[in-house]
């Protein structure tokens, strides 16, 4: 062995056991927390296409019309295009410490337009799958190892879908639910000229869900402590950049849609303090207070100390 090599295997060694040391002390800190964690989630309008499903079949005795401003339709909010927003939050926060992301999409995919799947790439992404060679065995990169879906591989992390009613008193927020007020809008499209006199040319229907207020449950099959720390960081891009067409939620964007508040919700907190937290006449008790401090100053530094470890390693 050359001098030379052995000048570069020492630190190296040094780094490895920095990294076991490193790995002993999250494995301790994120056995503290829960597999279910939840994030807040409040936005003044939230449109998602068709994808919106309503209880209207519970018509017999409640104001069921769509397009009644009064109407009691409650529904579920389907993961997809929540899954969709965080996941991009996830992947922004990877190339923000230097990682590229794994692209949602196979490169051998039929794609509508060619030359974007490229361009993405250049924009700092990698191929799907291209972090590992056996993805049933290998881990690859931490968006792949959260998210899954290549090669019959499941993700790490189960997004459910957000259950939401018009009525606060209806809302279990513990099951990841929220209150929120559906309407069916109506969208026109009017001729321009005098003679006409703003005759309609072409109507279209819309579901929106109004003052949507709750959170969203989200289940790790695995925990890591980067699974955390990369769910922090990117729920806290998410809302930095809430407004940025890019990271709005759902569609509509240019009316003002889906622009979400949203944070995530102390990982330590226990049931009762889950719902305290959306209880309006209610405070942080001294324990949550106690519990914030312990998750700012000694949890989440740790956990995103664990994720710029997991991505400077690389896949």
Not at 61 to 68: A, S, W
Not at 140 to 147: R, S
Request: aromatic share 8%; net charge negative.
């Amino acid at each position: 062995m050359s001098i030379e090599s052995a000048a570069f295997r020492i630190p190296r060694q040094r780094r490895s056991k920095r990294r076991l040391k490193h790995a002993n002390h999250y494995k301790t800190m994120i056995e503290d927390i829960d597999r279910d964690v939840f994030v807040r989630i409040q936005t003044d309008l939230l449109v998602v296409g068709d994808s919106i499903m309503t209880d209207r079949h519970h018509a017999s005795n409640g104001n069921y019309e769509d397009d009644d401003p009064q109407n009691q339709i409650g529904g579920i909010i389907p993961a997809f295009p929540l899954s969709g927003w965080l996941r991009h939050g996830m992947e922004e926060t990877v190339q923000e410490y230097g990682g590229t992301a794994c692209h949602p999409g196979e490169a051998n995919a039929n794609f509508m337009k060619d030359g974007i799947y490229d361009r993405d790439l250049d924009a700092g992404y990698h191929e799907k799958g291209a972090c590992t060679d056996e993805p049933k065995e290998d881990d690859g990169c931490v968006v792949f190892d959260l998210f899954g879906g290549f090669g019959g591989v499941p993700g790490k992390v189960m997004r459910r879908p957000i259950k939401f009613n018009p009525v606060r008193s209806s809302v279990d927020y513990t099951r990841g639910q929220a209150e929120g007020h559906y309407r069916r809008l109506n969208r026109n499209v009017v001729s321009r000229n005098r003679e006409d006199n703003r005759e309609p040319l072409r109507n279209a229907e819309i579901d929106a869900v109004a003052n949507l207020d709750g959170c969203w449950h989200l289940s790790f099959r695995e925990m890591k402590p980067e699974f955390i720390g990369l769910l922090a960081e990117g729920i806290d891009f998410l809302d930095a950049h809430k407004t940025d067409f890019m990271h709005q939620l759902g569609g509509a964007r240019n009316f003002g849609a889906g622009i979400v508040d949203c944070r995530l919700i102390n990982p330590l907190y226990e049931e009762r303090e889950l719902k305290r937290v959306f209880d309006r006449g209610k405070g942080n008790t001294n324990a949550m207070d106690e519990k914030d401090d312990q998750w700012e100053e000694e949890y989440r530094p740790a956990f995103v100390e664990a994720l710029e470890e997991r991505i400077e390693e690389g896949p």
